[in-house]
């Protein structure tokens, strides 16, 4: 069984960095590319960023791009997203999802286990 | 960028009834296009990935179809768990979701 937990959400100010962790199971890793989504208070769903199964390619949504860094460790099964120069509207629910293509393309992903999300809330 | 709107906002109806729920793309995403469910305080669950192509698990009363700009979720007869959030997401050179359809209990 597929499993992924998100941990590392906290309350935070307006300015400030905080890094989030997804540790997985239950499917060999580094076949996969893995994703970060986010959801805000009562809003609908984000993408936000994703990496290669290789740990190569990341790509970022234009809203991230330049303050989120995503990486992963293959020897860990373990997925990071580095928040720096945090803002009010960074606030949400963020998700980590697995990508349902085994070495399928970063850009082309279908998100196929999702884990239970880690809250960030940034104050201004 | 792809820019996903979807019809209606809220979808009223009844358990039995047929559900249609629409997912328009600004340009064409081919057949990159999926389908998600999401309920209260869970996390979304896949129902439909390429267009039409159920998720492992997922009941046949879902069903997709569309290609190119326009997209259709239709739930054949609700069942009481199929009350929910439902999100279209295309896949063609990056991720985008649309803002999501409620079905509700009439």
């Known amino acids: 069984e597929v499993q992924l937990v998100e941990s590392g959400g906290d309350l935070v100010q307006s300015g400030r960095s905080l890094r989030l962790s997804c540790e997985a199971s239950?499917?060999?890793?580094?076949?996969?590319?893995m994703h970060w989504v986010r959801q805000a208070p009562g809003k609908g769903l984000e993408w936000v960023s994703g990496?290669?199964?290789?740990?190569?390619?990341?790509v970022y949504a234009d809203s991230v791009e330049g303050r989120f860094t995503i990486s992963r460790d293959n020897t860990k099964n373990s997925l990071y997203l580095h928040l720096n120069l945090l803002r009010a509207d960074d606030t949400a629910l963020y998700y980590c999802a697995k990508d349902i293509f085994r070495r399928g393309a970063t850009t082309w992903s279908v998100f196929d286990n999702w884990g239970q999300g880690t809250l960030v809330t940034v104050s201004s | 960028e792809v820019v996903l709107t979807q019809s209606p906002a809220t979808l009223s109806l009844s358990p039995g009834e047929r559900a249609t729920l629409s997912c328009r793309a600004s340009q064409s995403v081919d057949i990159y296009l999926g389908w998600y469910q999401q309920k209260p305080g869970r996390a979304p669950r896949l129902l439909v990935y390429?267009?039409?192509h159920r998720a492992t698990g997922v009941p046949h009363r879902f069903s997709g179809s569309g290609s190119g700009t326009d997209f259709t979720l239709t739930i054949s007869s609700l069942e009481p768990e199929d009350f929910a959030i439902y999100y279209c997401?295309?896949?063609?050179?990056?991720?985008?979701f649309g803002g999501g359809t409620k079905v509700e209990v009439k």
């Open positions: 390429d267009a039409s």
């Open positions: 990496i290669g199964w290789e740990t190569s390619s990341p």
């Open positions: 997401q295309a896949r063609k050179e990056g991720a985008t």
């Open positions: 239950g499917f060999t890793f580094d076949d996969f590319a």
